[in-house]
């Protein structure tokens, strides 16, 4: 069998990683977003999808399965995509990149990376559930997911992408960085 290519995507929220897997998509490969798995989970605690509630549960389910719980949790959703290239958004810890780069051999990491000012515009007019509607509980999300390693994630990337600027540009470098990467393959 084929091994699976692995392209693990990261970024703080609001960087670019919903624009980063739309392009992606549209190349036709499958997303596993962890947070779905995150969501999911509050779904079936029965909470409100909220910045306080998602921040909550994806730190109650690192403290119940570990710091790789939820990419362990992904892992039989990638090795049963119905593709030879599979992304995966989110990741926060150097556990789960490590969880990925044990279980799948063509592993990549993508981080995307943008100023705070220009991610907390980003957030406000997305205007999703879970995103923060004033500076305070955007620097206490940004917090929180420091805390659970993504600086650290950041810092040791394979890739990284600066999306400061017009989506052209993020588009053209992470089509780059998927050239290099699938031609060494």
Request: glycine share 8%.
């Amino acid at each position: 069998m084929h091994e699976k290519i692995v392209i693990g995507i990261a970024g703080m929220p609001g960087s670019g990683k919903a624009t980063a897997e739309k392009v992606f998509r549209m190349k036709g490969y499958p997303i596993i977003a962890m947070g779905d798995e995150v969501r999911e989970e509050a779904r079936r605690r029965n909470l409100a999808p909220t910045p306080r509630n998602l921040g909550s549960v994806m730190l109650q389910i690192r403290a119940e399965e570990g710091s790789a719980g939820l990419a362990k949790r992904c892992i039989p959703k990638i090795k049963a995509a119905n593709s030879d290239v599979v992304v995966v958004d989110g990741i926060r810890s150097l556990q789960e990149v490590d969880e990925f780069k044990k279980e799948f051999k063509n592993f990549t990491l993508i981080v995307i990376h943008a100023s705070p000012k220009t991610r907390f515009k980003r957030l406000l007019s997305r205007r999703r559930s879970d995103d923060p509607k004033d500076w305070e509980t955007f620097v206490a999300r940004d917090e929180r997911e420091l805390s659970v390693g993504l600086g650290e994630v950041v810092a040791t990337a394979d890739n990284m992408v600066i999306n400061e600027g017009k989506k052209s540009h993020l588009i053209g470098e992470l089509d780059k960085i998927l050239r290099r990467f699938l031609k060494n393959e």
